[in-house]
């Protein structure tokens, strides 16, 4: 059930310390996040993934600042209990820090975040800084990380030797050292999340990282099943079919208005008897004419 007040970063951290597992999922407009809050969910991120989901972009590069604010402030208004975060989209902060902390007002102020996320690991540690000085919790979020898909040449699971290995410790304490609050991590080997969650005293909620995270984060459409064309992920585990049933609700829609059982007699208004005569008189046969 649904909390009456939103969790907050020292909560997160405590359920870190006590070994409660800490439950994330996306959503980008009201309805979903209201459904989402009332499921209990702890934390919603409002991903810059709703270009791939919702407008069926090739990466999350498209998606604006005007795009995250508008999203988020819908996230908001339909999950006010829930500690809701927000991603700084592609090159929103990889300028100066006077640009990104511009960019961070805009997510606070006008889409009522809680929280940002940034992609990134030592080396956005100074802006990170920057950041949470300000006052502004942050979420980090390191392994495979969106923005960065054409430089890295795709969706490539992280974490496969030692090297990478090594690279992405060094990113989460860096991370940690930075002052963020959590760190997202996305498609890695299960043995070396493992290892970076026990390195950590913040949490480290996996999405493909395997089942020693503290927290685990899924994209509302995906496990649901809820996109056209639905894309299996070996990381996903499916809750419900809501594309096959809206589908097969539509074409149900489609198929009474085609034959006219839709509306019924149910679904229609009847005005008062001397309105009806007004309209179409005593004359036989006017009926239906109007």
Same mark, same amino acid.
């Given at each position: 059930?649904?909390?009456?007040?939103?969790?907050?970063?020292?909560?997160?951290?405590?359920?870190?310390?006590?070994?409660?597992?800490?439950?994330?999922?996306?959503?980008?407009?009201?309805?979903?996040?209201?459904?989402?809050?009332?499921?209990?969910?702890?934390?919603?991120?409002?991903?810059?993934s709703v270009g791939n989901v919702l407008s069926n972009y090739? *990466?999350?590069?498209?998606?604006?600042?005007?795009?995250?604010?508008?999203?988020?402030?819908?996230?908001?208004?339909?999950?006010?209990?829930? #500690?809701?975060?927000?991603?700084?989209?592609?090159?929103?902060?990889?300028? *100066?820090?006077?640009?990104?902390?511009?960019?961070?007002?805009?997510?606070?102020?006008?889409?009522?975040?809680?929280?940002?996320?940034?992609?990134?690991?030592?080396?956005?540690?100074?802006?990170?800084?920057?950041?949470?000085?300000?006052?502004?919790?942050?979420?980090?979020?390191?392994?495979?990380?969106?923005? *960065?898909?054409?430089?890295?040449?795709?969706? #490539?699971?992280?974490?496969?030797?030692?090297?990478?290995?090594?690279?992405?410790?060094?990113?989460?304490?860096?991370?940690?050292?930075?002052?963020?609050?959590?760190?997202?991590?996305?498609?890695?080997?299960?043995?070396?999340?493992?290892?970076?969650?026990?390195?950590?005293?913040?949490?480290?909620?996996?999405?493909?990282?395997?089942?020693?995270?503290?927290?685990?984060?899924?994209?509302?459409?995906?496990?649901?099943?809820?996109?056209?064309?639905?894309?299996?992920?070996? #990381?996903?585990?499916?809750?419900?079919?809501?594309?096959?049933?809206?589908?097969?609700?539509?074409?149900?829609?489609?198929?009474?208005?085609?034959?006219? *059982? #839709?509306?019924?007699?149910?679904?229609?208004?009847?005005?008062?008897?001397?309105?009806?005569?007004?309209?179409?008189?005593?004359a036989k046969g006017k009926a239906g004419t109007l």
């Open positions: 059930m649904a909390t009456s007040k939103a969790l907050n970063i020292l909560q997160l951290k405590k359920m870190k310390r006590e070994g409660l597992p800490i439950s994330m999922i996306t959503a980008y407009d009201y309805p979903s996040a209201r459904l989402a809050e009332e499921a209990g969910i702890d934390i919603i991120l409002v991903g810059d090739n *990466s999350t590069l498209p998606v604006t600042m005007d795009d995250m604010v508008y999203h988020t402030r819908s996230v908001v208004r339909g999950a006010e209990h829930t #500690f809701i975060v927000a991603d700084m989209p592609f090159m929103t902060y990889h300028g *100066s820090s006077e640009e990104a902390l511009t960019n961070v007002r805009r997510l606070m102020q006008e889409g009522h975040a809680h929280a940002v996320k940034l992609e990134g690991g030592m080396e956005i540690c100074d802006t990170v800084k920057r950041i949470v000085q300000s006052g502004v919790p942050l979420l980090g979020h390191i392994g495979l990380t969106p923005q *960065s898909v054409h430089q890295i040449g795709g969706y #490539f699971i992280q974490g496969k030797n030692s090297q990478a290995a090594e690279r992405l410790l060094n990113d989460a304490r860096a991370l940690e050292q930075a002052g963020a609050f959590a760190i997202v991590l996305e498609l890695v080997t299960e043995e070396v999340a493992k290892s970076i969650t026990r390195e950590v005293s913040i949490p480290v909620i996996g999405i493909g990282a395997g089942r020693y995270c503290d927290g685990q984060v899924l994209v509302y459409h995906d496990m649901l099943q809820y996109s056209a064309p639905y894309r299996e992920k070996k #990381f996903v585990k499916t809750y419900s079919d809501i594309g096959t049933l809206i589908r097969n609700s539509v074409g149900q829609y489609v198929e009474d208005v085609k034959n006219r *059982s #839709f509306p019924g007699e149910e679904h229609v208004f009847k005005a008062d008897e001397n309105v009806v005569e007004g309209l179409y008189g005593n």
